[in-house]
């Protein structure tokens, strides 16, 4: 089994910047993949960016591209979602996701088998 726990969530105005960390704990964080998703109210839980269980392999939605940063500290069991330039529409509940390692970074939600509870991100105009 895999714990994780998303931090980091919060109100921000448009234009701003938050950073989401996961912290994972219960298997070798360096064997797992890791993902963001978001789920907005009413809608579905959409990707937002994957890394590989190295950080050679990345991969974005298009509408974070070029705002959104994923990163991972082997060393501190934890993966980052850098967000910059925050729009209205970036406003929903972010999740953290893991699935065994592999050399493509996944983007699709079945392709991940644990899940954090969520952060609150609220981005005002």
């Known amino acids: 089994q895999v714990q994780l726990v998303e931090s980091g969530g919060g109100f921000v105005q448009a234009g701003g910047s938050l950073r989401l960390s996961c912290a994972a704990s219960?298997?070798?964080?360096?064997?797992?993949?890791m993902g963001w998703f978001r789920q907005a109210p009413g809608k579905e839980r959409d990707f937002v960016a994957a890394i590989n269980w190295s950080g050679g392999s990345t991969n974005y939605a298009d509408s974070v591209k070029g705002r959104f940063t994923i990163s991972r500290d082997n060393a501190k069991n934890t993966v980052y979602l850098e967000m910059n330039s925050l729009k209205p529409e970036d406003t929903a509940v972010y999740y953290c996701a893991a699935r065994r390692g592999a050399a493509y970074a996944y983007t699709g939600r079945a392709n991940y088998d644990y899940w954090g509870q969520g952060t609150q991100v609220t981005v005002s105009s």
């Open positions: 219960g298997r070798t964080f360096s064997t797992l993949n």
